[in-house]
């Protein structure tokens, strides 16, 4: 029933090509799609503090929190790239390559969970994730408590960040403090943005006939909203699944979480804010060229083999969701002390 569901979803706005020929496109787009605020949401259990992001910031970029001190949030998630790291998988400890495509940290906050299957309800639970995860940052709670513990200053910044708390510096407070900063990682003020908002000058007349044909089409069916995506689960390949190439067999997404038979190649509709600057693309990361993933798209999901000048369109219409890129100036870390722990070294195997 869920897939069912899912399948109708997108074909939802397929009638309304008509409509889009003409002047009202921008009452349609808005209908669909909301622009980025201005300032990022409130969050479910913190409270954002100035303290909370200056300290988030910091522990985003620091690479204490992993094993061996070389692999910070940063590393795989880097706010000067847009927001990720431009590799197919990300690079972790012991040199492993990660298993899937490290989704963009910007405007991540507007997400209905994070991670490609939705196992973390928010950026607390992501931020605790990578920290833990072997073919990652290969480090413990206990370890990362430690490390912030023998330092002063961080011992400092969580006091006042999280004022009032017995034992302020904690696994569940670096999360906090992390979700805080990358909250404020938000790039409003697109090109498409300007639009929705008013300014038909915004876009030019190719793009427009992009975005009449990403309704028309369906591809709004699973990328609407503040994100153009993000905001529930679909299976890859609707219509017609891609080859092992870019789905691998192995991974079957979000059945992982739920163990649910539908579940099987289920995936979160990636957000496809700042796409152009996102390469490669899907989970599998094996796709370097925004024109053949709309191509793929196209066939996988919507069952049409797009023509040329139609894929030329969708791209260019995609092109103006890169927003006003986050300003962030690099933080400057605390030294380590006598009491910090080593690091651990990353041999090959």
């Keep these: 029933m869920k897939k069912a569901l899912a399948i109708a979803a997108l074909f939802t706005l397929a009638p309304i090509s008509s409509a889009l020929a003409g002047s009202d496109l921008m009452a349609q787009a808005r209908e669909t799609f909301k622009p980025i605020p201005s300032a990022p949401p409130a969050l479910s259990g913190n409270v954002v503090t100035r303290e909370r992001v200056e300290l988030g910031k910091m522990l985003f970029f620091e690479p204490r929190l992993s094993a061996s001190h070389l692999i910070s949030c940063n590393t795989c998630h880097n706010v000067g790239m847009g927001g990720d790291d431009n590799l197919e998988t990300s690079i972790g400890h012991g040199w492993a390559k990660g298993p899937r495509n490290a989704p963009t940290a910007l405007n991540a906050v507007f997400n209905v969970a994070q991670f490609w299957d939705g196992r973390a309800e928010d950026l607390k639970a992501q931020a605790k994730g990578p920290v833990q995860a072997g073919v990652e940052m290969s480090n413990t709670p206990a370890m990362v408590e430690k490390t912030l513990n023998s330092i002063p200053e961080y011992v400092e910044r969580f006091g006042k960040a999280f004022p009032g708390e017995k034992s302020p510096v904690s696994f569940d407070n670096m999360a906090k403090a992390i979700e805080s900063f990358e909250a404020t990682l938000i790039t409003p003020a697109s090109r498409f943005d300007q639009f929705l908002e008013g300014n038909a000058a915004a876009m030019t007349d190719q793009e427009k006939r992009g975005l009449a044909l990403f309704m028309d089409k369906g591809c709004s069916g699973c990328h609407s909203g503040v994100n153009v995506g993000g905001q529930d689960y679909y299976p890859f390949g609707v219509v017609e699944k891609p080859g092992a190439d870019v789905l691998p067999q192995g991974d079957k997404g979000r059945f992982a979480v739920t163990k649910t038979a539908d579940d099987a190649y289920v995936f979160r509709a990636g957000p496809l804010r700042n796409i152009a600057l996102t390469a490669p693309y899907f989970h599998s990361g094996k796709v370097w060229n925004l024109e053949q993933a709309v191509a793929i798209m196209g066939?996988?999901?919507?069952?049409?083999?797009?023509?040329?000048?139609?894929?030329?369109?969708?791209?260019?219409?995609?092109?103006?969701?890169?927003?006003?890129?986050?300003?962030?100036?690099?933080?400057?870390?605390?030294?380590?002390?006598?009491?910090?722990?080593?690091?651990v070294a990353m041999a090959t195997k």
């Design 299 to 343: 066939q996988s999901q919507l069952g049409e083999k797009l023509s040329d000048a139609q894929i030329k369109d969708i791209t260019a219409f995609l092109e103006t969701l890169t927003g006003e890129q986050p300003d962030v100036t690099y933080p400057i870390l605390p030294a380590s002390t006598a009491a910090t722990p080593l690091p």
